[in-house]
């Protein structure tokens, strides 16, 4: 089982820079993809970025502005958000499967607990 944590949330202001971490500790899996979504308060869950074992990464479109993901060899995985703005506020989980990245939240089999991220205008 892997047991996946995140870290470096907060309370921010609008315009700076965060960076959110993820280690991932137990047996992943050779093919093990990592994920980060978010979920707003009273918005459904949403993925923001996703990146393979081999460093592939996926980042959809309406997020390649400010969103950038990154990972060492040691299954940590880093989530830089640049220029905040408010409509960032949520608590963002780290997610991984094995197989590579999947687009389809319900197809990653672990979770971390979250981070909550605040923004201030």
């Known amino acids: 089982q892997v047991h996946l944590v995140e870290s470096g949330g907060g309370l921010v202001q609008a315009g700076e820079s965060l960076t959110l971490s993820c280690s991932a500790s137990?047996?992943?899996?050779?093919?093990?993809?990592m994920a980060w979504f978010r979920q707003a308060p009273e918005k459904q869950r949403e993925m923001v970025a996703a990146?393979?074992?081999?460093?592939?990464t996926y980042v959809p479109d309406s997020k390649k502005a400010r969103f950038s993901i990154s990972r060492d060899d040691k299954n940590t995985v880093g989530l830089e958000i640049d220029s905040l703005i408010p409509e960032d506020t949520a608590v963002y989980y780290c997610?991984?499967?094995?197989?590579?990245?999947?687009?389809?939240?319900?197809?990653?089999?672990?979770w971390g607990q979250g981070t909550r991220v605040t923004v201030s205008s």
């Open positions: 997610a991984g499967r094995a197989d590579g990245i999947s687009l389809l939240m319900r197809s990653y089999d672990d």
């Open positions: 137990g047996r992943t899996p050779s093919d093990y993809a």
């Open positions: 990146i393979t074992s081999t460093h592939v």
